[in-house]
T-cell receptor
Framework: DSGVTQTPKHLITATGQRVTLRCSPRSGDLSVYWYQQSLDQGLQFLIQ???????AKGNILERFSAQQFPDLHSELNLSSLELGDSALYFCASSGTGANSPLHFGNGTRLTVT | DQQVKQNSPSLSVQEGRISILNCDYT??????FLWYKKYPAEGPTFLIS?????DKNEDGRFTVFLNKSAKHLSLHIVPSQPGDSAVYFCAVGGGLTGGGNKLTFGTGTQLKVEL
C-alpha cells in the first residue's frame, strides 16, 4: 500500500460530460502529481502541485484543470469529455527532497462512451 | 518526441535466470533515473533509483546500471522469480523535465518469468 488514495476506482460517463477525480497524498507529502496512461502508452505527466501551488505543467489539455486544497488533497477536473479521454489517471505524491521518488495510487479508470 | 524509450515491449525469462530490461533516454541533462514495477489494477511501485554521479546501484536482487555516455539505463534482476512478472517502467527526472520532481516515463516492458 503506497499510502496514496484515489477515488473513484472506476468512472463511466458520456461524451460532453464533466468529472472530478480525487487524490489524497501520503501523510506528510506536500507534492501531488497527476499522470494519464492511455492504452499502450506510458504515463504522461499532466500537472504537479506543491503545497497548494502549481509547480509544473505537462501536456495538459485546456479542458482539464486541477487544484490542491489546504488539507493537501487534490482534484483533477476533466470537462467536455471526449472518447479519447478514456484512460487510467494516476495520482502520485512525493516528499520534499530533490530526488524523492513518486509514490502512486491505484488509479482511476475513466471510460467515456 | 519520446524522451525515454523502452524498445522491448515484452520479455520472457525462465525462473532463476537473469532478466535484463533496457531503457534509452535522449537528453543528457537528466540526472536522476528510476525503475518502477506495475502489476495489473495497481499503481506503479518504486523499485530502485540511481543518480547521475553513479554508474551502478544495487538493492537485493535488483541492480540498476547507468551508462551516461550512451544515455542508457538497464535493470538486472537476478535470480528472476515468478512474482517479478509485471510491467517495468523506467523514468527520468531532473534537468529539463520542468522543475519539481516531475518524472518522464518510458512506455514499459512486460516481463514474464516462467517456471
Amino acid at each position: 500500500d503506497s499510502g496514496v488514495t484515489q477515488t473513484p476506482k472506476h468512472l463511466i460517463t458520456a461524451t460532453g460530460q464533466r468529472v472530478t477525480l480525487r487524490c489524497s497524498p501520503r501523510s506528510g507529502d506536500l507534492s501531488v502529481y497527476w499522470y494519464q496512461q492511455s492504452l499502450d502508452q506510458g504515463l504522461q505527466f499532466l500537472i504537479q502541485y506543491y503545497n497548494g501551488e502549481e509547480r509544473a505543467k505537462g501536456n495538459i489539455l485546456e479542458r482539464f484543470s486541477a487544484q490542491q486544497f489546504p488539507d493537501l488533497h487534490s482534484e483533477l477536473n476533466l470537462s467536455s469529455l471526449e472518447l479519447g479521454d478514456s484512460a487510467l489517471y494516476f495520482c502520485a505524491s512525493s516528499g520534499t527532497g530533490a530526488n524523492s521518488p513518486l509514490h502512486f495510487g491505484n488509479g482511476t479508470r475513466l471510460t467515456v462512451t | 518526441d519520446q524522451q525515454v524509450k523502452q524498445n522491448s515491449p515484452s520479455l520472457s525469462v525462465q525462473e532463476g535466470r537473469i532478466s535484463i530490461l533496457n531503457c534509452d533516454y535522449t537528453n543528457s541533462m537528466f540526472d536522476y533515473f528510476l525503475w518502477y514495477k506495475k502489476y495489473p489494477a495497481e499503481g506503479p511501485t518504486f523499485l530502485i533509483s540511481i543518480s547521475s554521479i553513479k554508474d551502478k546501484n544495487e538493492d537485493g536482487r535488483f541492480t540498476v546500471f547507468l551508462n551516461k555516455s550512451a544515455k542508457h539505463l538497464s535493470l538486472h534482476i537476478v535470480p528472476s522469480q515468478p512474482g517479478d512478472s509485471a510491467v517495468y517502467f523506467c523514468a527520468v527526472g531532473g534537468g529539463l523535465t520542468g522543475g519539481g520532481n516531475k518524472l518522464t516515463f518510458g512506455t514499459g516492458t512486460q516481463l514474464k518469468v516462467e517456471l
